[in-house]
RNA sequence: GUGAUUGUAGCUCAGUUGGUUAGAGCGCCUGGUUGUGGCCCAGGAGGCCGCGGGUUCAAAUCCCGUCUUUCACCCCA
């Protein structure tokens, strides 16, 4: 395609069924959400960069090198939201103590200026859900279960879900410097590149796909070992809970999130079609500094676009629309005014009309009318007109019949 | 950011070792006697051969740059 009509690198139009696919998808999650008691926040799409900076981690990729960023007209540093919980948390922060009864849920665009590739756009969409909440197993395990209800109602089954935790923030310190101290033993074979990254997060290092990287993650103790009995509990009572509620998980200790606000529970959702971005949804707890305030909670985010590959596929034709409603043809300028007059009150009665507004063939007009894809096709001309008829033709069966105008529009009311 | 990969009509793609007016299928439009669709037939419209440089008598074709596509890494949903 010609660039001048192409949208930006990584970021695309959706159109035609496949708008049908992500309305059906976002009207479900509405379902769901309002069923399982929250509402839906809808924050700014842009905010300062220091929410994000502060919350996400300067540490984190996104931070350093995904972020939209730009200055207003005052020279404020503004980024178009990378994800949706640092805005979350700011309103939740906002509200001061009443925020600690709110679970809300949000659905929208976010912004990471990545390379593209399969599962991956630099203008994304996501929803999720955050609940704040003080540590508690029987939230998290919730929050877990809420994911897998959306995931049933949207039909897609094969997906496994990974647990892990972090521990506490004194737990995360102390596995920092345990890793660090079993990374040295390997210094020598690590590229100035990965012992950077190393420095930076050594958590991150955990879930590398790197073969190599691999052998020697292979031969590090597992994390949980350095954590407290008590967190060590946790993880496992959120376990216990998920499988009492039929929820099989896997507990995966090398499972660790990008983010640097996440602490205690955290969990992943992977479906096996998806391939190498294969992450339908990420979660965790989190403990946010927002301003002076501290939020602490759970929640999660999926992934529209990978939600609807793994239950679509490749499968272009979903969503044919049914025959619905009437599409009318004219015949001659004059009864284009009144058919216009027609359409409308068949609209107000609350069906589907469409029709041809140029002056054309009966052929053209109905080469057209197929594309509409009505129930049937109104044919009322000139003729028609004075008479005070109307005919109704049969898309599928070519068949036609000839109506008394006020009583076929009566009968129509009658109908709906 | 790193490494590959792609770019010709609305879509899917042909296009010989560089050689004259760049093709096909599908789709679109108009017809195939007055006002009857899908099938069939005929005709038609539609291309800065991604963009910019270069090599050459000559470039869709070769070289360089750039943008874009797809995929992987890093990382993330």
Known sequence: MNNEFKSLQGMSDISGFEVNRWQEIETLAREVFLNNGYNELRTPILERSDLFLHSL?????????????????????????????????????????????????????????????????????????????????????????????????????????RINTLGSEEDKNNVRDRLLKELEKFSDILSPEQQNRINMNVLRFLDSKDDNLKAIIDKLPDINEFMSVESRQYLQSVIRILQELGISVIHDQRLVRGLDYYKHTVWEITHNSLGSQNSLSGGGRYSIQSGRKEVNGVGFAMGIERIITAKYGDDIDYYKKEKDGFWIISLGEKSILENMKLAKKIREIGIRCGMELENKSMKAQLRKADKFNPACVLIRGENEISSNTIVIKNLDDSSQNEHNFNDWLESIKEKK
């Open 57 to 161: 981690g300067g540490s984190s990729d996104i931070v350093q090198k995904e972020m939209y960023s730009l200055k207003d007209r005052g020279g404020r540093d503004l980024v178009l939201r990378p994800e949706g919980t640092a805005g979350a948390v700011r309103y939740l922060a906002s509200l001061g103590q009443a925020g600690l009864n709110e679970r809300i849920y949000y659905l929208g665009p976010m912004f990471r200026c990545e390379r593209p590739q399969a599962g991956r756009k630099r203008q994304f969409h996501q929803v999720g859900v955050e609940n704040p909440s003080e540590p508690n197993p029987f939230v998290d395990a919730e929050c877990i279960a809420l994911q897998c209800e959306l995931l049933k109602k949207w039909g897609i089954s094969d997906f496994s879900i």
